[in-house]
Nanobody, 119 residues
Framework: QVQLVESGGGTVQPGDSLRLSCAGS????????VAWFRQAPGKEREFVAAILWSSSSTSYSDFAKSRFTISRDNRKNTADLHMSSLKPEDTATYYC????????????WGRGTQVTVSS
């Protein structure tokens, strides 16, 4: 069973960049889809981006397409989310999630890392 641990959150100013990392322990991400979601206070959790580990195929939500990049590091077994031109509305708890590529639902979740964008 893969366990997920997020890191890299923090408080930044509008326009700054930040890289989040999702580390998988227990086994590799092979045959998994790894994704990032976020949840702002008072709002529902929303999809940010995902990567199919085996092919590096990616998908993004509309708001993330131009500013966020999801990537993988095979050596470290991490899925990273690089966020640029951050806005106050990007403030949220960011969660890493994973599912086997044959499944439709994400059944593995990390505890989240807080990102605050404020001047």
């Amino acid at each position: 069973q893969v366990q997920l641990v997020e890191s890299g959150g923090g408080t930044v100013q509008p326009g700054d960049s930040l890289r989040l990392s999702c580390a998988g322990s227990g086994r590799t991400f092979s045959n998994y889809v790894v994704a990032w979601f976020r949840q702002a206070p008072g709002k529902e959790r929303e999809f940010v981006a995902a990567i199919l580990w085996s092919s590096s195929s990616t998908s993004y939500s509309d708001f993330a397409k131009s500013r966020f990049t999801i990537s993988r590091d095979n050596r470290k077994n991490t899925a990273d989310l690089h966020m640029s031109s951050l806005k106050p509305e990007d403030t949220a708890t960011y969660y890493c999630a994973a599912r086997h590529f044959t499944q439709n639902e994400y059944n593995l979740w990390g505890r989240g890392t807080q990102v605050t964008v404020s001047s």
